[in-house]
């Protein structure tokens, strides 16, 4: 698949049903609406709005706050696999290649799940289909006996080889880690190559890919950089492609004795307006940061949705915002479940 | 030691003497020792205190990030990333001395680890996860600390209460018992050696009639 061409795609038709499907989605006043609402209110709530065939489905077998959670992931790999399906030529091989994040999520739950010794019936309820990868061959990576084996199956499957160094220092210490950074490593490689920059859109999709990777970099470096991690053992976490951090500016990043030290590097960054007062708050936590991020990486995926309608970019708008709808109910679910106040709910969520 | 128990000898007198030297001495000590305990005990107790109160709020932060954690990345991504958590926390556990008493010590080998030593991908997990990790990292090191005072002040209390104990026994029996023995023996032996000198007087008045 890498680089494949497959012919042009059916941006009309696939637009088209993604802006019907776009209109569904639930707008900023419904979460305004949730946060007063108590668990079974929002239960119902979601039910009413587009969730109540997976919120039936799995009434049997999970209940509570556990039954939001799963029925909106179900919800959301349903639609992506339609769109998917819908989908044929670049517009297919493009969101795809997008959606082989999921597959590797899935990768890793099942990875995580047997080397710790859950058993494959709970280890299904938490996967989310909603990548290339459907419940089918899902079941036979979970069916397979050895992490090998399914190493070697999911590799097969999507047609990428994990590095042999990272499997033999999974084999080494039997830890994932080097085998999941080695993944999402292997993922934006391929996204990266799977887009041409052939027209305006592609160039946008990939401009928005290569922002994301930057978000990405600087979380991991400011996370490391609190554990009072530098340099070198910095930078191999670092992912390549990255728009506006570089490979310099990241050993730069990398290098710095703290947080506040990298503060100055980072006043020449696109989405630096939208972190400034999180970096400023010098709280200790990163999350106001990671959250503006989020909110500037959306913003982008939104903005250039508007210009360029029949192409890969409204369809990805499109998932990036059914994904925050489903992390928003979540997470004002859960809030509201576990006792969090209100307004660091609303602080969380991503609107 | 029951009076009837005793033949008023000499050398039982001189044995309740040194039995009487011997538990004065010992009710000193366990009187000090009793002291000391409970000026220890005080020391200790402040220090559960304190450590009742950060485990009580590392307790309170560690939930609140979990929370965060799992309403932002879903329970599913929190449930793996603990899936794939690798080294258990370690402690080693030694013992001191506090006024003879042993009391454990409890030292904290690997409880923190960097995120890089986990065993879950750096690049994906995200800082909500990283931030209750650790927070419960600190509450494990809070409550490794707070196990040890707690136990210290449990065996402080326990004890306490024995020496307590020994030395109300020392002080309201053993002590008395003993002195009210060798009343007796004295009050004896001076009785004896009353009679004898009557009875050598007896002796004396016949010899010369």
């Known amino acids: 698949m890498l680089g494949r061409k497959s012919g042009g795609g059916n941006y009309a038709y696939v637009s088209a049903k993604v802006k019907a499907k776009k209109t569904s989605l639930m707008g900023d006043d419904a979460y305004g609406k949730m946060l007063m609402m108590s668990l079974p209110e929002i239960s119902r709530f979601i039910g009413e709005s587009g969730y109540q065939k997976e919120m039936a489905e799995l009434a049997g077998r999970i209940e509570g706050i556990d039954l939001i959670e799963h029925a909106t992931y179900r919800n959301m790999a349903r639609a992506f696999s339609s769109i998917l399906h819908s989908s044929q030529g670049e517009l297919r091989d493009m969101m795809s290649a997008y959606l082989t994040k999921w597959d590797i999520w899935n990768l890793k739950v099942i990875l995580r799940g047997k080397t710790y010794g859950a058993d494959a019936e709970s280890i299904r309820e938490d996967l989310v289909p909603a990548g290339r990868l459907d419940s089918t061959m899902l079941d036979r990576l979970l069916s397979m006996e050895t992490d090998k084996e399914i190493i070697a199956e999911f590799g097969r499957m999507e047609h990428l080889e994990v590095p042999p160094e990272a499997i033999n220092a999974y084999k080494a210490d039997g830890c994932l880690r080097d085998i999941e950074d080695a993944l999402d490593k292997l993922y934006y490689k391929r996204l990266l190559m799977s887009t041409d920059r052939s027209s305006t859109p592609k160039r946008l999709f990939q401009e928005f890919i290569r922002r994301e990777i930057d978000t990405i970099n600087l979380e991991t470096i400011l996370i490391l950089k609190t554990e009072g991690i530098r340099g070198d053992d910095v930078m191999k976490y670092v992912i390549s492609g990255g728009r506006e951090i570089d490979k310099k500016l990241a050993t730069q990043l990398a290098n710095a004795d703290s947080v506040s030290a990298a503060v100055n590097d980072l006043a020449q960054l696109d989405f630096y307006e939208d972190i400034k007062e999180a970096l400023g708050a010098n709280t200790g936590s990163l999350k106001d940061l990671v959250a503006g991020m989020k909110r500037y990486h959306i913003g982008q995926a939104k903005k250039f949705s508007h210009l360029y309608p029949l192409s890969v970019i409204p369809v990805i708008d499109f998932m990036i915002h059914k994904n925050i709808e489903v992390d928003n109910i979540r997470i004002i679910a859960r809030g509201i479940e576990s006792g969090i106040d209100r307004d660091t709910i609303k602080g969380l969520l991503v609107i | ?209």
């Open chain 2, 1 to 209: 030691m029951p009076t009837q128990e005793i033949t008023p000898t000499r050398s039982a007198l001189l044995e309740v003497k040194k039995k009487i030297k011997l538990s004065k001495s010992g009710y000193k000590i366990m009187k000090m020792k009793r002291d000391g305990l409970i000026i220890e005990f005080f020391e200790v107790l402040e220090k559960a205190k304190k450590m009742r109160g950060s485990v009580l709020s590392d307790y309170d932060q560690a939930m609140q990030k979990i929370s965060v954690a799992r309403a932002v990345e879903g329970a599913i991504a929190v449930k793996s990333a603990a899936y794939a958590l690798k080294a258990g926390p370690e402690v080693k556990l030694g013992s001191k001395s506090i006024m003879g008493m042993m009391v454990p010590k409890v030292e904290c080998e690997t409880i923190r680890a960097p995120m890089t030593e986990r065993g879950y991908g750096v690049i994906s997990t995200s800082a909500y996860i990283e931030e209750a990790a650790q927070s419960f990292e600190k509450l494990l090191e809070t409550l490794v600390k707070a196990a040890e005072v707690e136990i210290t002040m449990k065996k402080l209390l326990d004890e306490i209460e024995k020496t307590k104990r020994r030395v109300n026994a020392l002080e309201f029996k053993v002590i008395p018992e003993l002195q009210e023995a060798e009343a007796f023996v004295e009050f004896r032996l001076q009785e004896m050696e009353r009679e004898n000198t009557i009875r050598l007087k007896h002796l004396k008045k016949k010899g010369e009639a």
